[in-house]
């Protein structure tokens, strides 16, 4: 049961350009949703979140759109630069005490020079 | 300022033998603490959450088991370990207040052969 799905595997972008990554969820009862970045053999970082209430949330030249009618949610990135090249995870959590969270399958970007 | 500890970073282990993976947090008080795993190709997969000492929630049914022996110490074990136990393994933790943020450590890279 993939309640978190980013679809694509990877996404080739030049650099300067926009790269847009894409996440479709099932449980409408997320509280948040997240991106996190991911260099190999290290662990995720945070990168930015939205609240449910929210349907953008922009920091810098990153920006999370959220579609709740379509549960989908979108991370732009503008301009796009070579050390964004990474595994990008889209998240969702929702309050049950912990803060439990559910991963997709994560989007590789390769932003080329 | 908080920081996440995880050892060992690499481990290579036979079929059959035991694990323990630890994760220590610093610089903070009761968080909450995660144990995911990143198959090869695959997305995060979360394992177990604690909420506190001694309380743990299985998120799939596995080979593997946790503990919370401490505050700030969640443990990672297997008695008998499979072959398709092997993974990349990420510690997180949450302050477990209003946040979903979670921050991860270096991670474990376990190999069984």
């Known amino acids: 049961d993939q309640q978190v799905k980013q679809n694509s595997p990877s996404l080739s972008v030049q650099e300067g350009r926009i790269s847009i990554l894409n996440c479709d969820y099932t449980n409408s009862m997320f509280d948040y949703f997240l991106w996190y970045k991911k260099y190999p053999a290290e662990g995720p970082t945070f990168l930015i979140s939205i609240s449910s209430i929210k349907d953008k949330n922009e920091d810098g030249r990153f920006t999370v759109f959220l579609n709740k009618s379509a549960k989908h949610l979108s991370l732009h990135i503008v301009p796009s630069q070579p050390g964004d090249s990474a595994v990008y995870f889209c998240?969702?959590?929702?309050?049950?005490?912990?803060?439990?969270?559910?991963f997709g399958a994560g989007t590789r970007l390769f932003v080329k020079a | 300022s908080q920081t996440i500890h995880q050892w060992p970073a690499t481990l290579v282990q036979p079929v059959g033998s035991p694990l323990s993976l630890e994760c220590t947090v610093e610089?903070?008080?009761?968080?909450?603490l995660y144990w995911y795993r990143q198959a090869a190709g695959r997305g995060l997969q979360l394992l177990f959450y604690s909420v506190g000492i001694g309380q743990i929630s299985s998120e799939v049914p596995q080979n593997l088991s946790a503990s919370r022996p401490q505050d700030r110490q969640f443990i990672l074990s297997s008695k008998k370990l499979l072959l398709s136990d092997s993974g990349f393994y990420l510690c997180?933790?949450?302050?477990?207040?209003?946040?979903?943020?979670?921050?991860f450590g270096p991670g474990t890279r376990l190999t069984v052969l």
């Open positions: 610089g903070t008080s009761n968080p909450n």
């Open positions: 998240a969702a959590s929702k309050n049950t005490g912990g803060f439990k969270t559910i």
């Open positions: 997180a933790w949450n302050p477990g207040l209003r946040t979903d943020t979670q921050y």
